[in-house]
């Protein structure tokens, strides 16, 4: 088993954000990073830092100008002559009819919520979070034949799953599974992505709606009055060629752990009647009973029985570690999901 991690995704710190009709304290902490990098410590894992490998994977994703907005945003904010706060924060999300001219007004285009602020240094983190993911494709990519390359963990931070191609939201900034998705795609033909964070991965759904190469899965919290709300639906199946390849499962809030594990086996059904080359695993200890997002009661054991039962799937897996709130318990549980792979 192969883990990455870069240091550089501990900077961004956010210092609030606006949700559920209040200002927060962020759950989206640096500790959580912390937290995790002990779980290969403690089990005897070497941490690999990844490469640089550059803008282009994330541009073949992302609009070009959002791109720019989060690499140079934060700068302009500052600049403005207007008292804006220290942090890129909108309260207007209108991403048509915008001209997008001062800074306002590309926060208002490229902000899809009030739960994604963009600090001085963000983007490193950001583009950091995206290079670690790429780390473990690109290997994959060299060496399919290794048997190292089976089994890859990625410990990003950011988080990636609610970002579209040309917003932010809900924590997240460049959509890494989309990212690596696409990468793969320069050799393999089929990838499934699944995604079993608390929340559905509204932005991954959006990008390859209508796409049957890209196989989006997700087992997630109901999404009324619940983060993402607007999407992860049961009959969002995809459109045009896509039809067929978007496939939801929203758990009534207050599922239990069984309940949990029978939607899970639907979804690994469905996976494995798909016939993936690559399987991208979502992967959010926000299910964790005791996590402040948590809608349903995964148990620490449980993750590694979730582990256990993707392993079956017998195809080469990238996981990315992206929801999970319930800091001093990510150690425990990661540590709980990667025994269930090895
Ligand atoms: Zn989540």
Not at 67 to 72: Q, T
Not at 312 to 318: E, N, V
Request: glycine share 8%; aromatic share 10%; charged share 25%.
């Amino acid at each position: 088993m192969k883990v990455y991690s870069h240091k550089k995704q501990l900077l961004h710190h956010p210092k609030t954000y606006f949700s559920r009709g209040q200002m927060r304290e962020p759950q989206e902490k640096p500790e959580r990073l912390h937290e995790l990098l002990k779980a290969p410590k403690e089990l005897g894992i070497d941490v690999i830092t990844p490469d640089d490998y550059g803008m282009q994977a994330i541009l073949d994703v992302h609009d070009a100008g959002y791109v720019d907005f989060l690499i140079n945003g934060y700068k302009e904010w500052t600049e403005s002559k207007e008292d804006l706060g220290e942090e890129i924060q909108t309260t207007v999300y209108v991403p048509y009819n915008n001209a997008g001219i001062g800074i306002m007004a590309k926060a208002a285009k490229y902000q899809a919520d009030g739960s994604a602020p963009i600090g001085r240094n963000s983007w490193e983190s950001i583009y950091w979070s995206a290079q670690t993911a790429l780390a473990a494709a690109v290997n994959l990519l060299e060496n399919p034949d290794s048997l190292d390359t089976r089994v890859q963990v990625c410990l990003t931070r950011p988080a990636g799953h609610h970002a579209r191609k040309s917003s932010a939201g809900g924590f997240c900034y460049l959509n890494n599974a989309a990212i690596i998705a696409e990468k793969l795609l320069q050799k393999y033909k089929k990838i499934c992505i699944f995604d079993t964070d608390m929340h559905h991965g509204q932005g991954i759904q959006e990008i390859f709606y209508q796409r049957r190469d890209v196989f989006y899965v997700s087992v997630h919290g109901s999404p009324i009055d619940f983060y993402p709300v607007v999407a992860g639906h049961a009959d969002e199946v995809g459109a045009d060629e896509g039809k067929g390849y978007n496939l939801n499962f929203p758990m009534p809030h207050g599922t239990d752990e069984e309940g949990f594990f029978e939607y899970i086996d639907k979804a690994l059904t469905e996976i494995e009647s798909y016939e993936p080359d690559v399987i991208v695993h979502v992967l959010g200890f926000d299910v964790y009973v005791n996590d402040p997002q948590a809608k349903c009661s995964v148990t620490t054991n449980g993750f590694y029985e979730l582990a256990r039962r993707l392993k079956t799937l017998g195809k080469p897996l990238i996981v990315l570690v992206e929801g999970g709130y319930c800091i001093d318990k990510l150690n425990e549980n990661l540590q709980s999901f990667m025994k269930g792979l090895i």
